[in-house]
């Protein structure tokens, strides 16, 4: 680094001692002409060599900021990422009406359907729990709902058939960033749509079927810096570390895995391991455009959803003692969210170890004996979900008979998405 003019105290004393030691001027007391002079100087060569400083500073970009960073950024082709706020498409089925009892939409408006309109308000109540949202999701509480409500708007119209029971509606969030993600399901309880004959009992439902974690703030300094220094490895077109790069900015992406040739020459798959336990449609478009961007000419990259395995746990706990109905019904509550918890927590590629999962849930709660009575699965029963072939969007359930579930590199175990209760303890 280069030498600095220096302080206000180091110029006044400079200029006291060339002064004194090559002039007749002696008088330098705080207040004489001589001494007010130098003064001055001293102050303006400070104030000089601070703006020196700091545009030095401005010229390296670990130290850099503001607009200043924003130019580093632009001479790489890279911007800082704007706050986003979350969304959904009705194809990733997670913002859903539905009629209280499972009935019709016809019952609640005179055996007519209805068309609710783009615009609907959708609202999460103040009163969700940030623990319990950690809990499920494993994920930091920022991204949970405590003590505020949230707002979504619907995207488009949507009709409800007179005999359709449920329908689902694209949605975007009206609380900016990563305020309106919602942790878990069932978050969002209320909407503002009442052009049905029933609207005053309310039997028109709205939640959100599963988490929505696409929302985010923008980018920090610290983060727009990181890319940068990276900017220049990941302008390697098509490399592993210009994929994982572009894709792992992608708000909601936790991991990936890249399978080249995995549909042939010239062609490479990237599976994606989102935030929440299931990828959305909107995710998977969004690194696909991160994946274009870097793909280099005669390769062709494609951004998928992992293999989704599912689970179901259906099992007697074994209590150490006696206990009453309320302590039995606290114990099974914590270790269903135990459970769910570590089955989305697994990576892709991750076996399900039945005896590592038994002894996490009794590390939960000391007062389990056992969680089953199965000596080689542990649990009475467990059942794995597999997409179907013939059926799209359908579900194939198998019994787990072994004591260790392998799933292929682009798969990822969770927790039954397509069942209300995925584990039940009794």
């Known amino acids: 680094m280069p030498d600095f003019i220096g302080n206000f105290g ?8 060339e002064l ?6 002696r008088h330098m007391t705080p207040g004489g002409t001589a001494r007010a002079i130098l003064e001055i100087l001293g102050k303006e060569m400070e104030n000089l060599s601070n703006i020196q400083d700091a545009n030095l500073r401005k010229a390296f970009l670990p130290t850099t900021y503001g607009q200043f960073l ?9 911007a800082k990422y704007p706050q986003r706020n979350a969304e959904a498409l009705s194809t990733d089925r997670v913002f859903k009406f539905s009629v209280r009892n499972g009935a019709t939409f016809g019952s609640i408006n005179a055996g007519n359907g209805f ?71 069932g978050m969002v309880s209320s909407h503002n749509f009442v052009s049905y004959s029933d609207y005053i009992a309310r039997s028109l439902l709205i ?57 042939g020459i010239g062609r490479f798959n990237v599976y994606i391991k989102s935030i929440s336990s299931v990828v959305s449609d909107k995710t998977v478009e969004d690194v696909q455009l991160a994946i274009d961007e870097v793909s280099a000419v005669g390769n062709k990259g494609y951004a998928r959803k992992p293999y989704e395995v599912g689970i179901e746990i259906d099992s007697t706990l074994i209590y150490r003692q006696a206990y009453d109905a309320d302590t039995k019904a ?14 989305n927590s697994l990576d892709l590629g991750q076996p399900l170890i039945a005896s590592d999962l038994e002894a996490e849930l009794r590390q939960v709660d000391n007062r389990i004996l056992a969680v089953g009575n199965n000596r080689t699965t542990f649990f009475d029963s467990l059942f794995a979900y597999y997409p179907a072939r013939l059926v799209e969007g359908g579900r194939r359930r198998e019994k787990i008979i072994s004591s260790t579930l392998v799933v292929p590199l682009h798969a990822r175990i969770i927790s039954e998405t397509t069942i209300s209760d995925p584990v039940r303890f009794v």
């Open 10 to 17: 180091e110029v006044v004393s400079r200029g006291i001692n």
């Open 20 to 25: 004194t030691g090559k002039t007749l001027i």
């Open 70 to 78: 924003d130019h580093f950024g632009a001479t790489v082709g890279l």
């Open 115 to 185: 068309t609710i309109s783009a615009g609907t308000i959708l609202t999460s109540p103040a009163s969700s729990s940030i623990e319990e949202a950690s809990a499920y999701s494993d994920i930091d509480t920022p991204d949970s709902i405590g003590d505020r409500s949230v707002h979504f708007s619907t995207s488009t119209d949507v009709w409800c058939g007179p005999l359709e029971t449920e329908v689902y509606v694209g949605a975007a969030g009206l609380t900016p960033g990563r305020d309106a993600n919602l942790a878990i399901g």
């Open 207 to 263: 939640t959100n079927e599963r988490p929505l974690l696409n929302g985010t703030d923008e980018e920090t300094t610290a983060s727009f810096r990181y890319r940068i220094s990276k900017a220049l490895t990941a302008a390697e077109k098509a490399n592993n570390v210009a994929i994982t790069n572009a894709v792992l900015a992608i708000p909601g992406v936790a991991d990936l895995i890249i399978l080249p040739y995995d549909d």
């Open 330 to 343: 606290q114990i099974r509550e914590s270790l269903i969210v135990a459970a769910i918890s570590y089955l």
